[in-house]
C-alpha cells in the first residue's frame, strides 16, 4: 500500500463509524447487504479483506452461527482497532497483519469479502489478487465485492463527486477530510467500473459475477466459484 493511502487510513482511524457515514452515504445500507448475502449461504470460514476497525467482520460472526472469519488488515493503527472489537468473539477470529498482495493463505475459504478496499490496489496486483483469491475459495464458494466504482461517463462522476462533498459536510465532515478523501480519489484510487469489475472477476475465473447492490458511486458485486 503506498505510504500517502497509508497516512489517509491512519488518520481515519479516529472516529471511523462516524466518519465512514460521512463519506459513504449508504453505508449502512452496504454493510447489511453483504453480512446478508454471507448469512444465507452460512459459510463456514470466512476471509474479510481490508478488515478496518473488524465491525463488517464482528457482525458476520454475530449473523452467521459457526463462522470462522480470518480479518486482514494492512493499516497498523486499523489492525490495533479490529483487535480490540474482536477479541470478545476471539476463539473464532484468526487476525492478520498484512497487504493483501503479500498473503498465502493455509486454508481454502467458503467465502471470501471486502468492502471499499480494492480499488486502492494497482491494476496488476489487483488482477493477480483476484486470481489468487478465486484459487483460495472453496469449489461453491462465493466472493462479495463491496467497492468504490466509477461511471462510464465522466460527467455522472463529476456529479457523484459533488453530490457526495456536499453529503458529506451536510453530515458534519470536517473539511480537512473531505479535502483528504476527494484528493485520495482523484490522486491514489484505482476504481473500475462495474462492466470492468464483473470482467477482471471473471477474467479471474469467476461464475455467475453480477451486482447486486449499488448507489452513486458505490456498488456491491457477487460472484461465485464453480464446483467441478
Ligand atoms: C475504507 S476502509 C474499509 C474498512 C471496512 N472494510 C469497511 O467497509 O468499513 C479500507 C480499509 O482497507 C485497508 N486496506 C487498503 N488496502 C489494503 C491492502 N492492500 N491490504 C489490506 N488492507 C488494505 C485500509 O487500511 C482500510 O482499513
Sequence with gaps: MKKETRAYYADLKADYSIKIRQLVPKYDEMVECIVELLRLRSPRSVLDIGAGIGNISALVLESVP???????????????????????????VRLVHQDIVDFEPN????????????????????????????????????????????????????????????????????????????????TEDHPLTVEQALSEGREAGFNDASPVWAHDAFAILFMRKARP
Design 107 to 186: 486454508e481454502g475459504y467458503d467465502a471470501i469479502f471486502t468492502n471499499l478496499v480494492l480499488h486502492n490496489i494497482a491494476p496488476d496486483d489487483r488482477r493477480s489478487v483476484l486470481e489468487r483469491l478465486h484459487g483460495w475459495l472453496e469449489p461453491g464458494g462465493t466472493f462479495i465485492w463491496g467497492d468504490m466504482i466509477r461511471h462510464p461517463d465522466e460527467r455522472v462522476n463529476e456529479y457523484f463527486v459533488e453530490y457526495r462533498r456536499s453529503f458529506a459536510r451536510a453530515a458534519g465532515c470536517p473539511e480537512e477530510l473531505v479535502r483528504q478523501n476527494f484528493e485520495k480519489e482523484a
Design 66 to 92: 459457526g463462522a470462522r472469519v480470518t480479518a486482514l488488515e494492512v493499516s497498523d493503527e486499523m489492525f490495533r482497532e479490529a483487535q480490540a472489537n474482536l477479541e470478545p468473539a476471539a476463539d473464532r
